[in-house]
């Protein structure tokens, strides 16, 4: 008989909540499970919840839902809840009792204590809600099973002391905190032992690293020291909050050969007036001048964004401005949002919401602008060739290959399967309007 037990984790929101979540199946592993993705054979399954926007909510609900009746079939099925949602004020409790068979409940500051709290509930035989209100410093050698063997990400910072009027994050993600640049160089060296290629280094401001740390350490000097690594191949940072993008942060990237030519710089609007509302503190003039200034430097550089349509009191004036921003910067990719009211937050109680009517619409206009920029990028593609990290074989067609550029482009092309995990030149034979094709030479 199998004596292996198991468990299942599903994980929404940003990589933030990603990465808690391979350390969540680090420590499982370190205790002697073994990961699943079937609910049914589960002994304990996770739910790590995002609130960044409405919706997110909602499939959480819809999904806990659905546990009652595994839970009745199996009484030692332990279910846990954790994640930004958790940290909202009096979520865990209703939570517990709108779904009262649900046995962990705990936050973003306190992930590391779940194997303390798998041992209680077992031991007390009682559900555990602990939601610490506050973060407490950074909790460093935790294990970390990770999803690819190829790219991993690092964060070298937590929290966010932005406050744009928008975003829950910050109160859910507590303030920024950074990772000595020693921990996040050990980590990347380790990294590069197991094979590793290519790390993304996150946080949800990184251009403010090293701020909080006794003495200061800047994130152009980070990108420096960590460009020096041996055997790690490519180094990727998001996300940069514009207001705070500095010109030694472009030099290195247009210095540094292991340094990815792409910045994701999250817009959110083309109006200086609703920027202003957001709390975001650059104009759509300062944007556009920061846009110049990066593509003049870092030559072929690729610019993707965020970008929220319905902002309380967006004229459609101001929309028109985020239309003709999108269509002047011609963004490689962006992430398009309806604004979701989201409670605890300024904009949240501004009395000129817009209608979901006219936020639909809007946003409807707004791919078609996104994707007409994101098409025309990717054929400028065509004909060339360009190195790619084979990350395995294509979601499509499994005799193909797939892999990203430098820049962040998906490939989708027919090559040598031993190449997984390399660096390959590829020519691009055909682009679309989300990924190229092409064929490895
Ligand atoms: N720290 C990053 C990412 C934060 S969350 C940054 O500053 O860019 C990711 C994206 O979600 C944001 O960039 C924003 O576009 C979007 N977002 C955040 N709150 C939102 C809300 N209430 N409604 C709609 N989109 C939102
Ligand atoms: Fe949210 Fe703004 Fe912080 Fe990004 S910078 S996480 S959008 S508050
Ligand atoms: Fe990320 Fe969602 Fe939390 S976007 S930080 S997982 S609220």
Known sequence: MDNQKY???????????????????????NMGYAKTEEKKKSSIIIFNTCCVRENAELKVYGNLGALKALKE??????????GCMMQQEGMAEAIIKKYPFVDIIFGTHNAHMFPEYLNRTRQENKS????????????????IDR???????VTIMYGCNNFCTYCIVPYVRGRERSRTPEEIEKEIMELVDKGYKEVTLLGQNVNS?????????SFADLLKRLNNIDGIERIRF???????????????????????????LPVQSGSSKILKEMNRKYTREEYLSLVNKIKAKIPGVALTTDIIVGFPGETEEDFSDTLSLVSEVEYDSAFTFLYSTRKGT??????????????RERFNRLVEEVNRACAKKNKEYEGRTVKVLVEGTSKSDDEKLMGRTETSKLVNFAGNKNNIGKIVNVKITKAQTFSLLGEEI
């Open 7 to 29: 468990f299942y984790i599903e994980t929404w929101g940003c990589q933030m909540n990603e990465e808690d979540s391979e350390k969540l199946s680090g420590m499982l592993k």
């Open 147 to 153: 999803e690819s063997n190829t790219k991993a990400f």
């Open 128 to 143: 555990i809600i602990e939601v610490w209100d506050k973060e407490k410093g950074i909790v460093e050698g935790l294990p």
């Open 238 to 264: 998001m996300t940069s909050h514009p207001k705070d993008l500095t010109d030694d942060v472009i030099d290195a990237v247009a210095e540094c050969s292991k340094l990815c030519d792409h910045i994701h």
């Open 346 to 359: 300024p904009a949240c109680e501004f009395e000129t919401q817009v209608s979901e009517e006219v936020k």
């Open 73 to 82: 079939k199996n009484s030692d099925l332990i279910i846990a809840v954790c």
């Open 209 to 217: 690293y090293g701020k909080d740390l006794v003495p200061s350490f």
